[in-house]
C-alpha cells in the first residue's frame, strides 16, 4: 500500500524525463530529537507510530546505525559527511576556544544543501538547526533556499522561551499572537508548504522535529490516549519491548536485556506513579504527534524519493524541573522531562543514554524507504552504519559531486560511505572503523569489536556480534586487540582535533 500511495500521489504532476537517464529523486531527510532506540512501533514500541511503520513495511530498516550521542554533533555531521569536530561542533554551540569545538559550522565543510544546490536542487529545511546561532551561520547562509523552524536548542512547543531564536528564511520568527501553535505541527505544516513550492524541480527536504526532546508539551487529546498505559512500570515496559524487538528482528535472542539501570527504583518502590506514568504518557504522546506529522509530509511524495528517518541520539535521562510551580505536565507552563527510569526504557535493550557512547547513547533507529529502488519492503539489515554516510548517500544518489573547493576555500574530504548500494542489492563495503568522542566518552568499532570508555574511565572490549548490550568485557582478554584499537582512536582524535574534556 505504501509503495502503490506515494507512485500514485505526484507522478501524474511529475515533469516528463529522458528515458535514457534516469530521474534523479527526491531526497527528505527526517530527524527525531532525543528519541530512543525503541521508541518507534517498528523497533518495539507500543507507542502508536503507523505512518513510520509503514514507511518501514514499503523500505529497509538498520539495526546498526549509528549517531554521535548529542543533539548539535549530531547535526553537525548529518548535514557535512563529517565527523563533527572537523566540521566545528565536537560539542554544542557554546563555542570553546579550540577549532574543533567552535560551535558552528566552519568553512572547511559544505553542507548536503550547498554540495545538491549545486546540482539544481531545490533545498529547504524545517525544524531545528542548532548548528550556529547567529548570522552568518544560519540554514539560508549554508545552502537552503527556504528555512522554517527553531535556530537554537529546545523550547517551549506552545511558544516561544526567552532567548530562544525562530526564524522563517533569514528572518526572525516568532509564533503569531493569539493564534494557537504547537511546533511538531508547525515544523510538519511548513514541510509540507515547501513541498508544494518545489514541483517541476528535484529537491532536499530537511526536516528536524524538535520531538519528543523536553520539555514534556502535548495537546490534552493525544494526552489523554496514553495516560494510564504506562502504571505497569519501565521494569514491566522494558521487558516488553525487548520480547517485541526479538519478534521483529530487531534485536538478537542471545542479547540479554541489560538490568535495569541502578540509578533506576523497581517500580515497586515508586510512590509517585501516577506522576510517573503522566510523565511516559505524555513522551509517548509527543512522539505520536511527530508520526501524525510525517504523514502529512509523507502523502505529498513521489515513488522517486528516498526517504530516510532516524535520531540525533539516544533517549534522555536529563532530570529537566523548572516550569511554574504547580503546573500540571505537559500545559505550557510546565517544563519537565520525563527521566532517567524512563529513558533506560526508551533505549531498550542497550546501556546508558544520550551523552554517552554506550549501545544506549548512539544506537539510532533508520529507516530507509525509496519506492522506485528498495523492492523487498520490510528489510531488516545489520550492516553498520554512522551519520557521516548521509552526505555520501545524497552526493551518491543526486549525481551531485562533492566539492574539493568551495567559494574559494579548501574542503575536507567526507568521511562517509554512500549507503544506495544497500538500497539496491542488500549490501556495500563498509567502513573499517567509525569513531566518537563527546564530553570524553570515547568509543571505535572495529568488525564486531567495539572499545568504549566512560570520561576519565577506562577501556572495555565487546564483541557486538555475541553481545551487542555490552554485558562482557574482554578487555582483560583481548588486551592486544583493545590495544590496537585504542591506538586506532587516539590517531583518529588527533587527526579530527579532539582535546581533552577537564
Not at 521494569?235 to 540509578?263: F, M, N, S, Y
Amino acid at each position: 500500500m505504501m509503495r502503490l500511495a506515494l507512485g500514485a500521489l505526484l507522478l501524474a504532476a511529475a515533469p516528463p524525463q529522458d528515458a535514457a537517464k534516469p530521474a534523479r529523486p527526491n531526497i527528505v531527510i527526517l530527524l527525531a530529537d532525543d528519541m530512543g532506540f525503541s521508541d518507534l512501533g517498528c523497533y518495539g514500541s507500543e507507542i502508536a507510530t503507523p505512518n513510520l511503520d509503514r514507511l518501514a513495511a514499503g523500505g529497509l530498516r538498520f539495526t546498526q546505525f549509528y549517531n554521535t550521542a548529542r543533539c548539535c554533533p549530531t547535526r553537525a555531521s548529518l548535514l557535512t559527511g563529517l565527523y563533527p569536530h572537523q566540521a566545528g561542533v565536537g560539542h554544542m554551540v557554546e563555542g570553546l576556544p579550540h577549532p574543533a569545538y567552535q560551535g558552528f559550522l566552519n568553512d572547511r565543510c559544505v553542507t548536503i544543501a550547498e554540495a545538491l544546490h549545486g546540482a539544481g536542487y531545490r533545498t529547504m529545511m524545517s525544524g531545528k538547526w542548532h548548528v550556529g546561532e547567529k548570522r552568518p551561520h544560519w540554514p539560508v547562509d549554508r545552502g537552503f533556499d527556504r528555512y522554517f523552524g527553531l535556530i537554537s536548542g529546545a523550547s517551549n512547543y506552545f511558544k516561544l522561551d526567552k532567548g530562544r531564536a525562530m526564524a522563517m528564511d533569514g528572518e526572525p520568527w516568532n509564533p503569531p499572537a493569539g493564534e494557537a501553535f504547537y511546533m511538531t505541527d508547525g515544523i510538519g505544516d511548513h514541510a509540507v508548504k515547501f513541498i508544494d513550492e518545489a514541483k517541476g524541480k528535484p529537491y532536499f527536504l530537511y526536516v528536524a522535529f524538535t520531538s519528543p526532546h523536553w520539555p514534556l508539551h502535548a495537546p490534552p487529546g493525544e494526552i489523554a490516549k496514553y495516560r494510564g498505559k504506562y502504571k505497569g512500570g519501565w521494569d514491566a515496559l522494558r521487558e516488553r519491548r525487548h520480547k517485541r524487538q526479538i519478534e521483529l528482528g530487531i534485536v538478537d535472542a542471545k542479547w540479554p536485556l541489560t538490568p535495569r539501570d541502578e540509578k533506576a527504583p523497581a517500580w515497586t518502590d515508586v510512590k509517585d506513579a501516577d506522576e510517573r506514568d503522566l510523565r511516559m504518557a505524555v513522551y509517548a504522546a509527543q512522539v505520536d504527534r511527530m508520526d501524525q506529522n510525517v504523514g502529512k509530509i509523507l502523502a505529498k511524495l513521489d515513488e522517486n524519493t528516498l526517504v530516510l528517518f532516524l535520531a540525533d541520539n539516544g533517549g534522555c535521562a536529563e532530570e529537566i524541573h523548572r516550569g511554574q510551580k504547580g503546573a500540571e505536565i505537559g500545559t505550557a507552563e510546565s517544563f519537565e522531562s520525563y527521566g532517567l527510569p524512563w529513558a533506560n526504557a526508551s533505549n531498550t535493550p542497550f546501556r546508558l543514554y544520550k551523552h554517552w557512547v554506550h549501545e544506549g547513547g548512539i544506537s539510532t533507529p533508520l529507516i530507509a524507504s525509496w519506492p522506485a529502488v528498495i523492492q523487498k519492503g520490510g528489510a531488516i539489515t545489520s550492516q553498520p552504519g554512522h551519520l557521516v554516510d548521509l552526505m555520501a548517500t545524497c552526493v551518491d544518489v543526486s549525481g551531485a559531486e562533492y566539492p574539493k573547493t568551495f567559494q574559494g576555500r579548501e574542503i575536507q574530504p567526507m568521511e562517509g560511505k554512500s549507503l544506495a548500494p544497500i538500497f539496491r542489492t542488500g549490501t556495500r563495503e563498509g567502513h573499517e572503523r567509525i569513531f566518537w568522542e563527546h564530553e570524553g566518552n570515547k568509543a571505535v568499532r572495529q568488525g564486531t569489536w567495539k572499545l568504549v570508555a566512560r570520561h576519565k574511565g577506562t577501556w572495555e572490549l565487546f564483541n557486538l556480534e555475541a553481545d551487542r548490550t555490552e554485558m562482557n568485557d574482554l578487555a582483560s582478554k583481548e588486551t592486544e586487540r583493545a590495544k590496537e584499537m585504542a591506538a586506532a582512536w587516539q590517531a583518529w582524535a588527533d587527526r579530527v582535533g579532539v582535546i581533552p574534556w577537564k
